[in-house]
């Protein structure tokens, strides 16, 4: 019974320490509120994965309820979309819209490292620990309505921390066009789990090509937006231009994904997580100094072992499965 649960628990736990601890956005010493930060990305995460089983929507309807959560988080819980001194960083001074009342650099990619680092990444990390239920609903009708339910409290309990530490508000402008953006990502997600693709004929990419295809345009997204203004001196046109092909890179990673095995998956997973791991060391320090670097190499130790073990997993399964085809008893 308790096996059941497992995968969920894991999901539930790399979700937010990849997308705060490991992005190096949060300090280690900080590791205490991991549980607040597990039932806000956690649980939006496995209930963002049941919806693509349940529906058979996959990972273009994770793709987009991805993006829906975070403008749910962006411009609704912290309100790093319109706040323009969020944490003292300003954020929105790069491509700044004034009708959006937001840096466009910023929102692009805020969006989409939750897409890629806070959902996509920890469900194919799960997915490749227990490779056997990949493809089955986690949970049932209750544990939908606990996790629903677990989900809206940290939200709120996020959004009350935010407020009252930055007393700033968006302007009901600002906060109607982000619901209607997420009326719009839920709207495709749903669209989406209605089709049911072919899956592609072609041969699939190396695990090696697949590896560079996670960490170059990720190294490429982090570069852009860290350095774009600073260092490289990109106007933001052109930051966003980049941003915008990076996003279609995505998306062609998205639809291509059907003749993938487990371990192909695995390898772009392994790139976009080496991504943060680099890029999560530097920021780390110039968020929290270098006192944070010992802490910091522990989640990166974690999630290396994660990504390994994930490899052993489904490198055992894919071989069992092989073997049962042929008939053989799979090699011990």
Not at 123 to 142: D, K, M, Q, V
Not at 220 to 228: C, D, E, R
Request: proline content about 6%; hydrophobic content about 55%; glycine content about 10%.
């Amino acid at each position: 019974m308790l096996k059941r649960f497992w995968p969920i628990a894991c999901l539930f736990v790399l979700s937010p320490l990849i997308a705060e601890y490991l992005s190096g956005s949060l300090p280690f010493a900080l590791l205490t509120i991991l549980p607040l930060m597990a039932a806000m990305y956690g649980s939006g995460a496995v209930l963002i994965r049941e919806a693509a089983v349940r529906s058979g929507g996959g990972w273009p309807m994770i793709a987009l309820l991805g993006a829906a959560y975070g403008f749910v988080e962006e411009g609704w819980v912290d309100q790093s979309l319109f706040n323009p001194n969020y944490q003292n960083l300003r954020l929105l001074d790069f491509g700044y819209v004034a009708a959006l009342g937001t840096g466009l650099p910023w929102l692009i990619y805020v969006i989409a490292i939750h897409v890629v680092w806070s959902i996509s990444t920890p469900i194919a990390l799960t997915n490749g620990l227990f490779p056997a239920r990949r493809h089955e609903p986690w949970l049932r009708w209750w544990g939908i309505v606990a996790f629903s339910l677990l989900y809206l409290a940290a939200n709120a309990a996020v959004a009350n921390y935010s407020y009252t530490s930055s007393h700033f508000m968006a302007s009901p402008g600002e906060l109607a066009w982000t619901g209607a953006a997420v009326i719009a990502l839920v709207a495709g997600a749903l669209l989406v789990s209605r089709r049911r693709l072919a899956p592609a004929a072609r041969d699939a990419p190396a695990p090696t090509a697949l590896f560079l295809l996670g960490f170059v345009p990720g190294g490429v997204l982090m570069a852009l937006m860290y350095l774009g203004r600073s260092v490289l001196g990109l106007s933001w046109p052109a930051a966003v231009a980049i941003l915008v092909l990076l996003g279609a890179i995505a998306g062609l990673v998205a639809f291509e994904h059907r003749r993938w095995s487990g371990r192909q998956h695995l390898a772009l997973t392994a790139g976009l997580l080496a991504v943060y791991v680099v890029g999560g060391l530097a920021t780390s320090v110039v968020l929290h100094s270098a006192a944070d670097l010992p802490g910091h190499a522990a989640v990166v130790a974690v999630c290396l072992a994660v990504l390994w073990a994930a490899w052993r997993q489904t490198r055992r399964q894919e071989r069992t499965a092989a073997a049962s085809y042929q008939g053989i008893s799979p090699p011990s």
